[in-house]
């Protein structure tokens, strides 16, 4: 089995369960017409978080990386009325993408945007005590996954979840002496959970449109 036949599965799953729409279609191809990388989550992955966040009835949803947007709006699908998904981005051309694609997919009145390095966003917010978020969705660099992680935490409740995304790498996290500033990352957050009693976690492998790689899912203990 190859990428190629992961893709064309990946496209199969999409077609049989009707999973995306025109809004969803349309933010892909805008975020891609402006020139952003096409590494946003899949329709599947799309879907994957949208049944988490309803999974667990969050009403407040922390994503950490919004590029156009994307996985936002899946997870702000999710919300019930008067829900709200605020979503940190450092590029300003990715955050500008990101609205307009929320104006047209008439969610701009459940989603904020933050602005800046999400590290210094998050030191704001745990300042705040702006939590606690119901959902954290943890999705731009990956060598800033451990604190991440931690301010998520903080951020969190008994019962909520943290998900990470691009956790494997194509199998690069086994390589303890990697140099890899993204690979270290995913490591130290694999040595945090080792040993963090608050958090229950697991991590699966993924294939498909997105190639090899996989999602860790932690739910904060009562
Ligand atoms: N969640 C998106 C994909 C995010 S791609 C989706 O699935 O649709 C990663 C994003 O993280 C990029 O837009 C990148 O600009 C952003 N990013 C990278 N470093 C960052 C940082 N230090 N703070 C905030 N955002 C950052
Ligand atoms: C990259 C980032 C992602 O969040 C992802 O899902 C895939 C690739 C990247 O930076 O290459
Ligand atoms: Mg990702």
Sequence with gaps: MS?????AVDRYIGEALG????????AARASEAAGLPSIAVSPAQGMLLNILARSVA????????????YSTI????????????????????????????FERAGLADR?????????????EL????????????????????????????????PGSLIVVDNVIREGAVIDA?????????VRRLNEILGSEKRVSA?????????????????IVNG
């Design 19 to 26: 999973l995306g729409d025109a809004v969803l279609d349309e």
């Design 74 to 101: 899946w997870l702000a699908r999710a919300l019930p009325a008067g829900g709200r998904v605020l979503t940190l981005e450092l590029d300003p051309r990715h955050a500008d993408v990101a609205e307009a694609n």
């Design 3 to 7: 990428e190629t036949a992961w893709t």
């Design 177 to 185: 002496t990697s140099n890899d500033p993204n690979v270290r990352g």
């Design 58 to 69: 969050a009403e407040r949803i922390l994503e950490i990386g919004t590029l156009g947007g």
């Design 126 to 157: 745990v300042a705040e005590n702006a939590g606690p978020f119901d959902l954290s969705f943890i999705d731009a660099d990956k060598a800033n996954i451990p604190g991440y992680f931690e301010a998520a935490l903080t951020l969190s409740r």
């Design 202 to 218: 697991t991590t699966i492998q993924t294939v498909g449109v997105k190639g090899y790689d996989g999602f860790t899912i932690a």
């Design 111 to 123: 989603i904020e945007v933050m602005r800046g390095a999400a590290l210094d966003s998050l030191a």
